[in-house]
């Protein structure tokens, strides 16, 4: 599976945007990019996904680079309930493989 | 949909003891998978099915795990017998397959303590 790279930790202030970046150099052309966040003491619960255009929805919006190696999940203004581990992961169609990986993920902490 | 419904939310068991976790998918979805996360090791893929098939179970730590699914509204994790690092969350998710474009749900866990 293509490996995603994020930073392991993060801070913004409330209510305030948030940028959250992922690598994935070894990104084929068949990989869905898809992000998750895990909030405290509970499952993981999908945010968003997107192949190569930029998405929004109700949750965030993901920018996906025109090479598609790299994107970034946007928060468009941090509250407090969105402090959790954020997860970026590469999901392939192509194959028809459905393992679903998770990495380290980036902690997001929100400062009062 | 009451979404993927995990049984029991918390267990404590002895050593040696036999241990089975229950999961219950989202109904239409034909893919599930198993996971265990720790502080240690993070969320950690153990095994998923496509249709009620395992797929890859390459993730499962020993002999001593086992999972299962019958139909495509019920899946099982077993640990015969239980070892105190086995004490982790267990999260179940289930999914549509082919599944690049859809995305998975996850169950609210099963703690598991082995003392």
């Not at chain 2, 404590?12 to 265990?36: A, D």
């Not at chain 2, 095994?47 to 395992?54: A, E, K, L």
């Not at chain 2, 982790?88 to 474009?101: E, L, N």
């Amino acid at each position: 599976d293509a490996k995603t790279t994020q930073p392991n930790s993060m801070e913004s202030n409330e209510e305030e945007p948030v940028h959250l970046p992922c690598n994935h150099s070894t990104i084929s052309g068949t990989d869905y990019i898809h992000w998750y966040r895990q909030l405290p003491s509970q499952g993981p619960e999908y945010v968003i996904h997107g192949l190569t255009s930029n998405v929004n929805n109700r949750m965030a919006s993901l920018a996906i680079a025109e090479d598609r190696k790299s994107s970034t999940l946007i928060l468009h203004r941090a509250t407090l309930r969105d402090a959790a581990v954020y997860y970026c992961i590469l999901r392939d169609i192509g194959t028809g493989a459905n393992n679903l990986f998770f990495g380290t993920g980036t902690r997001l902490t929100v400062i009062p | 949909d009451a979404g993927v419904i995990q049984s029991p939310r918390h267990e404590v068991t002895e050593m040696g003891q036999e241990v089975t976790l229950r999961c219950k998918p989202i109904s239409g979805h034909n893919s599930l998978f198993w996971y265990r996360q720790t502080m240690m090791r993070g969320l950690e893929l153990l095994i998923y099915f496509n249709n009620n098939v395992p797929i890859d179970d390459s993730g499962m730590p020993e002999d001593r795990f086992s999972a299962k699914m019958p139909n495509a509204s019920f899946s099982t994790l077993k640990i015969q017998p239980s070892e105190p690092r086995d004490s982790a969350v267990y999260f179940c998710a289930s999914s549509v397959w082919p599944s690049g474009d859809t995305e998975a749900f996850f169950g609210q866990g099963t703690r598991l303590t082995v003392v």
